[in-house]
């Protein structure tokens, strides 16, 4: 499948300045810009900043940036899901999984996750896919922000929304594991049926159950 990737950006006015998103970003100009040090919720952040260039160079993956001067402030990823998860059995070219979205302390609060989606989804190339996000607790910075699961899951909701997607109901054990975990997805307009019934397939792997 062919992967077209189109260049978008935005300038987001935040309370301690003005900030770019755009993408998406070549692993070429990711290596020239500074990685914030606290970004670190998913591994330390130079080996983030080396997760995001690797994820760059693969034919499907995206990385977005919010970029303060010459440092990444926040990111988001699209890449084909992890073929240790389910949502990789199907072998389905057009479904993507949103694999990290991320925003240093200092900009929270500020609209930038949900700048880096909407920025992300002005490319109409991701018409032609279904995206996909899994949403589990335990990445969360409950402690930081000092909210309870709950709260932070409206926000989490909230920002995918920003994006357009949507709550999917799923058998899946790691997200049924705990109430607060969740699927969301956003099925692009030129997706064929037949595809979508294959993303059904997915999330309910035991239909009997319901």
Known sequence: MEHKKTYNAMELKTKHGRIIVEGPIPSSELKSLDFHEDLIAFRPAKQQHEAVIGIADLPEGRILIARDNNTIVGYVTFLYPDPLERWSEGNMENLIELGA???????????????????????????????????????????????????????????????????????????????????????????????VQKFDQLRFKHRYMY
């Open 101 to 195: 979205i991320e925003v240093i302390p200092k900009f929270r609060g500020s609209g930038v996750g949900k700048a880096l989606l909407k920025t992300s989804m002005m490319d109409d190339a991701f018409e032609d896919f279904i995206v996909i996000t899994t949403e589990y607790y335990w990445h969360w910075d409950l402690k930081g922000t000092g909210l309870n699961v709950w709260e932070y899951r409206k926000i989490m909701e909230k920002m995918m929304q920003a994006g357009g997607l949507e709550y999917y109901a799923t058998d899946e054990p790691e997200i049924s594991s705990h109430p607060a975990n969740c699927l969301m997805a956003k099925i692009g307009k030129r997706v064929d049926r037949e595809s």
